[in-house]
Nanobody, 124 residues
Framework: QVQLVESGGGLVQPGGSLRLSCAAS????????IGWFRQAPGKEREGVSY????????YYANSVKGRFTISRDNAKNTVYLQMNSLKPEDTAVYYC?????????????????WGHGTQVTVSS
């Protein structure tokens, strides 16, 4: 059964940090590209970051480059998104997603598998 389960969201003040985790089914964690999307109320879905199956290739949206870091630990079947210097505009529901290719993360924004999302709120 394919599963992606996010955790780590919450309320943080501007300038603070959060680390999101995505626990994946073993098959997905070994062979799939895994990444993060976010969607704020009234806004379109945005691709935030992805990491290749081996961890050798990463992508970041311009809006988060230099502040967010994606990593994966295939032994633990988990992908992490370390988010630093958070801004109010980072407030959104963050979704973990997986696909065999990188294209859906930057072209169609429609990877094959999705988690249920975790809320991140940046507010004072």
């Amino acid at each position: 059964q394919v599963q992606l389960v996010e955790s780590g969201g919450g309320l943080v003040q501007p300038g603070g940090s959060l680390r999101l985790s995505c626990a994946a089914s073993e098959f997905i964690s070994d062979y799939y590209v895994i990444g993060w999307f976010r969607q704020a109320p009234g806004k379109e879905r945005e691709g935030v970051s992805y990491i290749s199956s081996t961890g050798g290739d990463t992508y970041y949206a311009n809006s988060v480059k230099g502040r967010f870091t994606i990593s994966r630990d295939n032994a633990k079947n988990t992908v992490y998104l370390q988010m630093n210097s958070l801004k109010p505009e980072d407030t959104a529901v963050y979704y973990c997603a997986a696909d065999q290719d990188e294209g859906p993360f930057i072209r169609t924004l429609a990877p094959e598998y999705w988690g249920h999302g975790t809320q991140v709120t940046v507010s004072s």
